[in-house]
């Protein structure tokens, strides 16, 4: 049970939130110049200029601190590649699934089978919408009991064909509602989980975006766990965990730091096995490159595991699992 | 996950530190009780039928048959591998305040005759959330039932994940989940019973696991939290939603259990799947004082 975590950066993280305060005060300069420039008609153009290049020097600083809560905003960024777009792109003639065959389809998790490195695989990814009408429609990526109950059902598929499982996870939570409530939100995960750590098919993982809690446990156990560089995996959102623990939510970057949510981090703790490296500033600034990144570990993995019968997989995901942890023993 | 911190006060404070002097007063009704008569009556009060949170200790204690207890794991104590702000002072805190190593107490013993893997965990430490010690306990006695081939019982009673230790708190669903698994697999009985509150990532993993699944009465049973929920759809939930008994209408348990009744009732249920585990020639009386240790003996002599 050797969990050694390297310590937190904290000059790092201190020099972060400075340039950050910093950032904010040269926008507001710029944009009060701007204003004055054209109420009073004055050359502002020069000025705005040099506090323009101060700021980008900044960011670029900012950047390479990489304090946590970066990772929080690229793994949230709205423009960050889709779980379903990154399926559509690595698996050929996906066909998609439809419903749990109990209450209802949920369109915030995608289900479906199709054809990866030339073999046939099963996919399933909560799925984000890229605007607005697709958020609605898709719950913000959030699913209800149903929806896992449609990716067991795909995953039983692939276990009676022997086929590996594709996980794509960015969600942020399971839906928190009265009727996931009613219809089992909590039982729906916890078959999900304990399914998944005895189904007899290789699963592979890849947190793309936002691994959040339970939400993301129930599509996210398997033989390999892969996370994308600029992905969070938690227990609880920093939001949450700053509201209960100082019963103050603006304190959210503080709890990202003390939660070690970040690819680094979960690497370090055994969580996830490896981290897919993003195009630098994120997936987000080229996504097809991020996407053949995720594909090549993932043909990568699914290769290796190829090779195995199903028996050394499970015990091999056992151990995994029952070692994960960090307590101390006394005779 | 550790929703309870947002449930109405009468949940988490009055309700828990029920006054050890003469006199103790029901939260729910009012009724002032003679403490040694409540105390008599399981925590239960006498007047209106509320049922007080127990300890993990006081838990076993009118579970388990008395002198069959054998704790297991006593000596597995948290690190704090995140070196998460505040989290070693909380847990000295909480050893102190509840005189227990962690939020779980695990061991053998026989409940109204049948003998038995048992797993108790206890809300009064950090809202019985599952860190590291909880998951890792909670593994190795099913693993002993997989073993010793007995039934597993778990009370449970918790908040969820415990945030100070983050992912690796998460990480203990999928693990408690692996092995509960290897327990179905193996054909062995597990009873969950849940107890006020079990909500989270408790409820997201062994808990909604159980092969008969039972409630205490008014337990709040949830994954979400109210007012998560509430700040969701913006609408005032109705009371009785995430009880016990909302549960059992919405078909998500099996029953729900009044305490006096519970030891009985995991008697019979243990009995009924202790059966196919006796050797199928044997008549089930003379099996009962050479029964292998998964064959739950008939009568109450264990």
Redesign the interface.
């Known amino acids: ?1 050797s ?1 050694i ?1 390297p ?2 950066d904290r000059a790092a993280e201190a020099r972060a939130q400075e340039l950050e305060a910093r950032l904010a005060e040269l926008a507001r300069e710029i944009a009060a110049l701007r204003r004055r420039g054209e109420k009073e008609h004055v050359e502002v153009d020069r000025v705005i200029a040099e506090l323009e290049a101060r700021a980008g020097e900044l960011r670029r600083e900012l950047l390479d601190l990489r304090p946590p809560w970066q990772a929080v905003a690229l793994a949230r960024h709205p423009q960050r590649p889709k779980a379903q777009e990154i399926v559509a792109a690595l698996v050929e003639e996906f066909t998609e699934l439809h419903g749990d065959r109990l209450f209802r389809d949920d369109p915030a998790l995608l289900a479906g089978v199709g054809w990866f490195d030339g073999r046939p695989v099963v996919a399933i990814a909560p799925r984000k919408g890229r605007d607005t009408r697709e958020n609605l429609a898709f719950n913000f990526g959030m699913p209800y009991p149903e929806g896992y109950r449609k990716a067991l059902r795909a995953m039983k598929l692939a276990e009676k064909f022997g086929y590996p499982v594709l996980s794509v996870v960015d969600t942020p939570a ?5 009727a ?8 729906a ?3 999900n ?6 189904l007899r098919a290789p699963i592979a993982v890849v947190i793309t975006g936002e691994g959040g ?2 939400g993301a ?2 599509v996210a ?1 398997g033989d390999v766990v892969l996370m994308l560089e600029h992905a969070i ?4 959102p920093p939001e949450g ?1 700053a509201a ?2 100082w019963r103050d939510a603006g304190r959210s970057r ?1 709890a990202a730091a ?4 970040t690819a680094a ?2 690497a370090a ?1 055994g ?1 996830v096995d490896e981290i897919v490296p993003e195009p630098r500033g994120g997936a987000h600034l080229d996504p097809a490159a991020a996407i053949a990144a995720v594909g090549e570990a993932l043909r990568r993995h699914l290769r290796a595991t190829a090779g195995h019968p199903i028996g050394t997989l499970l015990q091999r ?2 151990a995994k ?2 070692a ?8 | 996950m550790l929703n309870w911190l947002r449930r109405p006060k009468y949940g988490a404070v009055e309700r828990r530190d029920i006054p050890a002097g003469v006199w103790a007063k029901c939260p729910k009704c009012g009724a002032t009780v003679y403490h040694r008569d409540l105390v008599r009556n399981l925590k239960v009060c006498p007047a209106c039928g509320f049922h007080h949170r127990l300890r993990a200790e006081e838990r076993l204690a009118v579970t388990v048959d008395e002198g069959t207890f054998e704790e297991h794991d006593a000596g597995i104590v948290s690190g704090d591998p995140l070196r998460f702000e505040g989290y070693a002072d909380k847990l000295r805190e909480a050893r102190e305040k509840t005189g227990g190593a962690d939020a779980v107490i695990t061991g053998v013993g026989a409940v109204d005759g049948a003998r038995t893997a048992l797993a108790a965990l206890d809300f009064a430490f950090m809202g019985g959330s599952m860190g590291s010690v909880v998951g890792e306990k909670i593994a190795r006695i099913a693993e002993h039932a997989v073993a010793q081939r007995l039934p597993l019982v778990v009370f449970s009673a918790s908040g969820g994940a415990r945030m100070q230790e983050g992912a690796l708190s998460l990480m203990q669903l999928a693990k408690t989940s692996a092995a509960i698994a290897r327990l179905h697999e193996a054909r062995l009985p597990y009873l969950s019973v849940m107890c006020d509150p079990t909500t989270g990532g408790v409820t997201a993993s062994f808990a909604f696991q159980g092969d008969v699944i039972l409630a205490e009465p008014g337990a709040m049973i949830g994954f979400a939290g109210r007012r998560v929920i509430e700040q969701t759809i913006r609408r005032k939930l109705p009371d009785h939603f995430q009880t016990a008994e909302f549960c059992l209408e919405h078909g998500l348990i099996d029953m729900v259990v009044p305490r006096s009744a519970m030891r009985a009732t995991l008697g019979r249920l243990l009995r009924f799947f202790g059966a196919p585990h006796l050797p199928a020639r044997e008549p089930a009386a003379a099996a009962a004082p050479t029964a292998p240790p998964g064959g739950a003996p008939a009568d109450g002599e264990a």
């Not at chain 1, 996931?180 to 039982?187: D, F, L, S, V, W």
């Not at chain 1, 003390?258 to 949510?261: G, P």
């Not at chain 1, 994960?324 to 005779?331: F, H, I, K, L, V």
């Open positions: 049970m969990v975590l310590e937190r399971a839906y928190p509602g009265d996931a409530e009613e219809r089992g939100q909590a039982e995960i916890a078959r989980i304990l399914e998944m750590t005895r809690s339970g446990l129930a156990v995996y938690t227990v609880i965990c209960i623990l503080e003390a939660l070690r949510l981090d979960l703790l969580v995901r056992y699992y029952r994960m942890g960090y307590y101390e023993e006394q005779a």
